[in-house]
């Protein structure tokens, strides 16, 4: 799954981004810790044949190497065709992602026009529903090495109530389009049973508007399913990759003799101090092959490494939403309740702490270290719930306004307000209108106009 570190990194501070440098896992270090080895041992090895088995002449013939490597190492343009590289498959990793199916509209859907709670019913909505998850994992099959090692064969799909017996015949029945894959199967079978609800009765929908729109979703759910099937039938070109790790590989390989440190006696340009650690050539390395590893990460994000996309925690998470939806929240709806600011527009949220300390439930904060749109700085707060009917904008004999208010405390204990400036108030269901117009006449809503 992809390392996630957002939330160590909320807000800027000192040594907040250093921390992530200590990290190993979905690390660079993880990635390239093996080239990097073997790069440096290559680099000490020539460094001490130079400096200690070769001759005078020997050593002036590979001072010539060197120098000879160094004028012509930089025409390879490297940071001109590995950033085009990474920057490409990285908007492709991200791409796959996007393009994943997220099946939840398709059970908001079928959860409306299928709302019987007869046994019927549940058997279509949990069959339509599995259908989608079916369909979700036989795309996956073919390229996820996960998925391939938890559904292995269609048997273990019927093992794990993902399709039936019935159904696993049937799609093995399909024999003529064997190699040019059959994850649109499930939602053939969608539509079918679709229908055969429908003549049935079971869809509350007449005119079929509420087919039209289930239709219409399986529609996107099975573009997002090509999508996905496309991006890893139809991959990068094998030149391109081939290239660019050829050319990456190539230039540190020169780099073996071009960065070497030569004999600071002879006055070679670039040579007038001895080092015995190429520093700038390890960090060289370290940016420019750690680019490459990283995009031979995301080349493929369906497969093990730490950066991957979870396909298990899509199933699973998918699998349980869609019982979910059509089964078990089917009927299970909170009852219509008046809100917390009934009656009023003031709304009163936590307050914000300037300290950015937590607060508790009962903790007052004086109001100096507060920024709050209400009144009080105890929270839970003590909303002021008011009603209040606007005057008539007629006649100046209109009759005078009613107003309420009313001071509801926490728990739902009723109390007068003291520090409220507001007149004497009825309860709200006393509060009445003379029916004089809200408009002043020769307005376009004034009812003589209406």
Request: with cysteine; hydrophobic share 40%; net charge positive.
């Amino acid at each position: 799954m992809t390392v996630r570190y957002q939330t160590k990194v909320e807000s800027v501070s000192f040594g907040r981004l250093g921390k992530l440098l200590l990290r190993w896992r979905g690390s660079v270090y993880k990635l390239m810790y093996r080239e990097f080895c073997i790069f440096a041992v290559l680099y000490a090895i020539i460094a001490a044949v130079y400096r200690m088995a070769l001759n005078p002449t020997q050593r002036t013939a590979f001072e010539k190497i060197c120098i000879y490597v160094e004028e012509n190492l930089n025409s390879v343009p490297l940071t001109f065709v590995l950033g085009f590289y990474v920057s490409f498959i990285l908007s492709r990793w991200w791409e796959q992602l996007i393009a994943y199916p997220w099946p939840d509209r398709m059970c908001y859907l079928i959860t409306h026009w299928i709302n019987g709670k007869d046994e019927r019913s549940y058997m279509y909505r949990r069959q339509l529903a599995r259908y989608i998850s079916a369909a979700t994992i036989f795309v996956n099959r073919p390229y996820s090495v996960l998925t391939r090692k938890r559904f292995p064969s269609l048997q273990h799909m019927v093992d794990a109530g993902i399709l039936s017996k019935e159904e696993k015949v049937l799609f093995d029945d399909i024999i003529e389009i064997k190699e040019h894959g059959k994850f649109w199967v499930p939602c053939v079978w969608f539509m079918r049973i679709l229908d055969q609800a429908r003549q049935e009765g079971l869809m509350h929908d007449p005119v079929g508007v509420g087919s039209k729109q289930i239709l219409d979703e399986l529609l996107v759910f099975r573009a997002s399913l090509g999508r996905n099937w496309m991006f890893n039938w139809v991959t990068i070109p094998v030149s391109y990759t081939q290239i660019i790790t050829i050319a990456t590989y190539t230039y540190f390989v020169g780099c073996l003799f071009a960065r070497q440190s030569l004999d600071v006696t002879k006055n070679y340009k670039g040579h007038g101090v001895d080092t015995y650690f190429p520093i700038f050539t390890i960090l060289q390395f370290v940016f420019y092959v750690g680019w490459l590893k990283v995009a031979e990460q995301m080349f493929n994000p369906w497969g093990e490494d730490d950066d991957d996309f979870d396909i298990n925690w899509f199933i699973e998470r998918h699998m349980q939403v869609h019982f979910t939806v059509t089964d078990q929240m089917f009927d299970k709806v909170p009852p219509l309740v008046k809100d917390r600011y009934w009656g009023t527009t003031k709304v009163q949220l936590p307050p914000v702490n300037k300290n950015r300390e937590a607060l508790k439930p009962g903790d007052v904060v004086p109001a100096k270290y507060v920024d709050h749109i209400g009144r009080d700085c105890q929270w839970p707060p003590v909303p002021i719930l008011r009603k209040t009917i606007p005057k008539p904008l007629g006649s100046p004999n209109t009759s005078t306004i009613t107003s309420t208010t009313a001071t509801v405390k926490s728990g739902f204990d009723t109390t007068e307000s003291s520090k409220d400036s507001s007149p004497s108030l009825l309860p709200r269901s006393q509060m009445v209108w003379d029916g004089s117009p809200l408009f002043p006449p020769g307005h376009k809503w004034y009812p003589n106009n209406v």
